[in-house]
């Protein structure tokens, strides 16, 4: 079945440094794919809807600036936290739909665990 | 408000037991519902996909949707303790794939 990768899986990164993660769809094409973030047992929290070839979409109250999203490729899409604090701590998890239309099924990634000391 | 509401629970039930989830909805322009299963520090994993009202059914799970009430539901027959995570109900709009969440129901299936 399609399958959604993220890398890394956990980073611990130092105050004021910036951290990548990678979402790559293995066997699909996914022109959207989407960022959320959730914090310990809460909820999954829609960051932004990446397009590929486009710039991204963000939801009221995500800082554009902080959290860069690229979306290179139809199977690669990328979030880089930009000068991280300790409050950005977070999990980090993306989804790519196979397919444009309702009734084709949204694969999430496993996850990025982001700690910053 | 929420645009989806869900209960966190946690939910404790014995093994066998039909484990009953709940969630509602507060924006009209939902059209799909969808129900994940996320383990501890994993990611989510679908389980049910219902578009429009209407049940649908899985195996031991069965998914309704009542739009008229905006109200979801997730039935789990014969629960083990394999199932013994956090549930978690979403809706979605105009714009595929890009999901609301609810908050999660915790659940533990004790043997």
């Known amino acids: 079945g399609a399958v959604v990768s993220q890398h890394p899986s956990r980073v611990i990164c130092k105050s004021g440094t910036s951290v990548k993660i990678e979402c790559r769809s293995l066997?699909?094409?996914?022109?959207?794919m989407f960022w959320y973030r959730q914090f310990p047992k809460q909820s999954l929290m829609l960051m932004a809807t990446?397009?590929?070839?486009?710039?991204?979409?963000?939801e009221q109250g995500v800082e554009k600036d902080k959290f860069l999203i690229n979306h290179a490729s139809l199977t690669l899409s990328t979030l880089t936290v930009t000068s991280a604090h300790p409050e950005d701590s977070s999990f980090y998890i993306c989804?790519?739909?196979?397919?444009?239309?309702?009734?084709?099924?949204?694969?999430f990634g496993e996850g990025s665990w982001l700690t910053v000391v | 408000q929420k645009e989806v509401e869900q209960d966190p629970g946690p939910l404790s039930v014995p093994e066998g037991a039909i484990v009953s989830l709940n969630c509602t909805y507060s924006?009209?322009?939902?059209?799909?519902f969808m129900w994940y299963r996320q383990y501890s520090r994993k990611g989510p994993e679908l389980l049910m996909y219902?578009?429009?009202?209407g049940n649908k059914e899985d195996g031991r799970f069965t998914a309704q949707v009542d739009k008229s009430s905006k109200y979801i539901s997730l039935f789990i027959r014969d629960s083990q303790p394999s199932d013994s995570a956090t549930y978690l109900c979403?809706?979605?709009?105009?714009?595929?794939?890009?999901?609301?969440f609810g908050q999660g129901t915790i659940l533990t299936v004790h043997p």
């Open positions: 989804s790519a739909r196979q397919g444009e239309t309702s009734g084709n099924t949204i694969y």
């Open positions: 066997d699909f094409q996914a022109t959207t």
């Open positions: 990446s397009n590929e070839g486009s710039k991204a979409t963000y």
């Open positions: 924006n009209s322009a939902f059209q799909y």
């Open positions: 219902t578009y429009s009202s």
């Open positions: 979403s809706a979605g709009g105009t714009s595929y794939g890009k999901l609301t």
